[in-house]
């Protein structure tokens, strides 16, 4: 679980730590190495991100 506060609440975000990940880009796949990924309880706003990563996580 990874905390997150933001303006408008305090939540526990579920989150992974991993060895090793990609995301699909318009050039193809990006590998981002060891990571951790927290998911979200609903899409941003733009509707299109589910999801946060990053080495800041860990």
Excluded at 6 to 11: E, G, I, L
Excluded at 29 to 47: D, E, H, I, K, N
Excluded at 50 to 56: N, T
């Amino acid at each position: 679980m990874i905390p997150c506060n933001t303006a408008a609440q305090h939540a526990l975000l579920p989150g992974f730590a991993v060895a090793d990940i990609s995301t699909i880009t318009e050039t193809g796949m990006q590998s981002l190495g060891r990571t951790a990924v927290a998911f979200c309880p609903q899409p941003f706003q733009s509707g299109e991100y589910e999801a946060l990563y990053g080495s800041d996580f860990l």
